[in-house]
């Protein structure tokens, strides 16, 4: 018996080698889904478009292979439809787009505080 993993809840994945690019192949393995999968998946979520090169071969990149593995837990594991694993998906993005924003409108916030403390400090001293 596998054990689970706690991040993606499936069963134990081999842990992804710090390489720039992987074939088709090595993402079948490395996410334990078939190559003709992979390709069905590409044409059913947007987020997922490897490089091809010389010969129409496909090259995916770590945030790749970590979106399919997210993909295979969603259907596989959660059993979610493809529509339903996209929109999750799209409400991932959604999310952390919002979490991005709010963290650039705290930065600036903090920004402007610190400048009208060190003007404060400034006044202080003279």
Not at 17 to 43: D, M
Not at 46 to 66: A, C, D, F, I, W
Not at 106 to 121: C, F, G, N, V
């Amino acid at each position: 018996m596998q054990a689970s993993n706690p991040e993606t809840g499936t069963a134990a994945l081999p842990p992804i080698p710090a390489k720039r690019y992987f074939t088709i192949g090595e993402v079948s393995e490395l996410c334990g889904v078939k190559a003709h999968v992979l390709r069905y998946w590409e044409q059913e979520f947007t987020q997922l478009k490897p490089v091809k090169r010389s010969g129409n071969r496909r090259y995916y990149q770590h945030h790749e292979v970590m979106l399919i593995r997210r993909i295979r837990h969603l259907l596989y594991d959660e059993g979610f439809t493809i529509s339903g694993a996209r929109n999750r998906l799209g409400e991932a993005a959604i999310h952390q787009h919002e979490e991005t924003e709010a963290a650039t409108r705290y930065k600036a916030l903090i920004a402007d505080l610190r400048h009208e403390i060190e003007t404060t400090l400034a006044a202080l001293k003279s």
